[in-house]
């Protein structure tokens, strides 16, 4: 396997949290909550392979290499925070290497991203067929789009959409690979099955007017995972901790911390 390890910084003292970004960003996108997070945590942004200044390696672009990436570089054991994909991947760690998670937390997430007959709360399969041909057409427009979409309806919704936009292309485009790589990863993911083999203290956060994870996600993985806790933020979307910043990284500390104070 290819000895490329992806980048990462740490911030802060204290417990380590790992946090991991979503399809077609990068670390930087957790910019805002780190002056709060890294007052209780040792906070460590991982640039997933592909995105920011992480490089892409060689081999298939799957969930287990990212997996396996992460681990490279990440604490021995850790509080992992995953968005969107990022939580797929922290999902996925959280399963396979469960002495390397404390607790876990995924944002916007879904074990299975799209809609199937026995699965009604993701995106419909055409949503995702016509994304990937508009990636191929006009790559900068189609993301600028995505991000968009995930800060619709909220309140701060241009403020967003700003803050999105300028952190996006900070460190240049991500790689081919990993765009066209994470788009296909979310259309067959399915981690349905494994939910309940986790142990770890677990959390998932959702904003109700999200269009790509229907915020019914949430009971429908409670029947998965009963053992699991949810929050669905009334006046978010797809990305909360910008939307309800405050209250979002509060709700974190408190999970995260719960046992250690």
Known sequence: MSKLKPY?????????????????????????????????????????PGFGRSPVPSADYSLSL????????????????????????ATNIAIQNPERVAKLITV?????????????????????DSFCRFLEEDYQGTIIRFLAIQAMGSETQKEDIKFLKDTVFVHGTPATKALRGGLAMLNDIDLRAKLNELSM??????????????????????????????????????????????????????FLRGELD
Do not use: C
């Open 8 to 48: 990462i910084e740490s911030h802060g003292v204290g417990p380590d949290l790992v946090l991991l970004h979503g399809w077609g960003l990068h670390s930087g996108i957790w910019e805002l909550l780190l002056e709060d997070l890294s007052q209780h945590f040792r906070v460590h942004l991982i640039d997933l």
């Open 66 to 89: 990212l997996t396996e990436q992460v681990l490279k570089v990440a604490p021995k054991n850790a509080f992992y925070l995953g968005w969107s994909l990022g939580g797929v991947v």
């Open 108 to 128: 916007a997430s879904n074990p299975k991203f799209v809609q199937s007959d026995d699965w009604h709360t993701g995106m419909k399969g055409n949503v995702m």
């Open 201 to 254: 203290p677990r959390t998932r956060l959702y904003g109700r007017l999200d269009s790509l994870v229907p915020n019914k996600t949430a009971q429908a993985i409670k029947e998965l995972d009963p053992e699991s806790s949810f929050k669905i933020y009334p006046k978010a979307s797809h990305a909360p901790f910008l939307t309800n910043r405050a209250e979002f990284t509060s709700d974190v500390i408190e």
